[in-house]
């Protein structure tokens, strides 16, 4: 914002402060009978005005609201209520040059233009006179031409260097990091574990998030993961682990994450587990298909036999229907 658009609006406020002042200033001078008498009086002025003026147009049309409130102005300030089509044309054009200035004044594009100044017939000699230095002027304008050339050569530079893929440095998540988690990355090479963000080896390269939701779940998933189904409603994922791990001897369980309810919390019977090793994926994908018999309480336990399904995590392009 210009320093004549600062002008302009500090001025506005302190006519509306002044303005709001007086307006308060007024009334505390009048006491409460008489604010309620002059009330009175404004509103039975307004209803008398309202009552002479025309309620329909030539055509038979209603006026609107605020049609009628511009002719209860009018009327007060001693003019017929239906201006002509002359005043209507003026007022739409006063209308458009405001809502134009204001447009202008948000955008910062006022600016009063210079009054160009009359040239006296002193300066006119002397300026006869400064043509033989032009000569000398040009020398440096080529100068001022090639210093032009190289700040721009430097700026392309700059713009070269900063288009080059920069690693990604941001505050390392307090989130822990799972056991079976995987970072596509750097694919755990670097120590310790770490989530994608953090990682040493991650590349920054704007505008290809877009890509990569595209191509999120196409590629396959780990060998260690198998999808469960089958579970009873109130089983917790530690009673999956132990399930899998100890009753079952599959192997050692990294990760056990069970899908639930947004209401109730309780598992919905299916969920996902990622072992340590191939062998104990195969281990569990071999009880497919068999009765998940587990340790619950009687209250918990569910009034029929379930069926465990184990399945092997497929891509999204071999699941999409």
């Known amino acids: 914002m210009s320093s004549e658009d600062e002008i302009i609006l500090k001025k506005t406020e302190m006519q509306e402060k002044k303005r709001k002042r007086d307006k308060s200033e007024k009334n505390e001078k009048l006491s409460k009978e008489e604010r309620k008498t002059l009330k009175a009086q404004k509103k039975a002025e307004k209803e008398e005005i309202l009552a002479n003026i025309p309620k329909v147009d030539e055509d038979g049309l209603a006026y609107t609201i605020h049609q009628t409130k511009r002719m209860v102005k009018r009327v007060k300030r001693g003019l017929p209520?239906?201006?002509?089509?002359?005043?209507?044309?003026?007022?739409?054009?006063?209308?458009?040059?405001?809502?134009?200035?204001?447009?202008?004044?948000?955008a910062g594009m006022i600016y009063k233009r210079k009054e160009e100044k009359e040239v006296p017939a002193d300066i006119e000699e002397e300026e006869e006179a400064d043509n033989d230095d032009e000569a000398d002027d040009?020398?440096?304008?080529?100068?001022?031409?090639?210093?032009?050339?190289?700040?721009?050569?430097?700026d392309r530079e700059q713009e070269q260097i900063s288009d080059v893929k920069v690693p990604l440095k941001k505050k390392a998540r307090s989130k822990p990091v799972p056991d079976g988690y995987e970072c596509y990355a750097c694919k755990n090479e670097h120590s310790p574990l770490h989530w994608i963000y953090d990682c040493p080896a991650k590349i920054r390269n704007p505008g290809t998030n877009k890509v990569s939701k595209k191509?999120?779940?196409?590629?396959?998933?780990?060998?260690?993961?198998?999808?469960?189904?089958?579970?009873?409603?109130?089983?917790?994922?530690?009673?999956?682990?132990?399930?899998?791990?100890?009753?079952?001897?599959?192997?050692?369980?990294?990760?056990?994450?069970?899908?639930?309810?947004?209401?109730?919390k309780r598992c919905k019977g299916t969920g996902f587990l990622t072992f340590e090793s191939d062998e104990a994926a195969n281990k569990a994908l071999k009880l497919n298909?068999?009765?998940?018999?587990?340790?619950?309480?009687?209250?918990?336990?569910?009034?029929?036999?379930?069926?465990?399904?184990?399945?092997?995590?497929?891509?999204?392009?071999?699941?999409k229907k």
């Not at 009673?239 to 209401?263: H, I, N, P, S, T």
């Not at 009765?291 to 009034?303: A, L, S």
Request: aromatic share 4%.
């Open 81 to 106: 209520p239906v201006p002509t089509e002359a005043e209507e044309r003026d007022r739409i054009r006063r209308l458009r040059a405001e809502d134009k200035e204001t447009q202008d004044e948000l």
């Open 138 to 154: 040009d020398d440096d304008v080529i100068a001022d031409m090639k210093e032009n050339e190289k700040e721009e050569n430097l």
């Open 215 to 264: 191509l999120r779940g196409v590629h396959d998933p780990s060998s260690r993961k198998v999808f469960l189904s089958g579970l009873p409603f109130d089983v917790k994922s530690k009673d999956v682990k132990q399930y899998f791990e100890k009753d079952m001897k599959c192997g050692k369980v990294l990760d056990c994450k069970l899908l639930v309810f947004e209401d109730t």
């Open 289 to 319: 298909g068999t009765p998940f018999d587990m340790e619950m309480d009687e209250e918990k336990k569910p009034k029929k036999q379930l069926t465990l399904n184990v399945k092997k995590v497929l891509n999204r392009t071999q699941t």
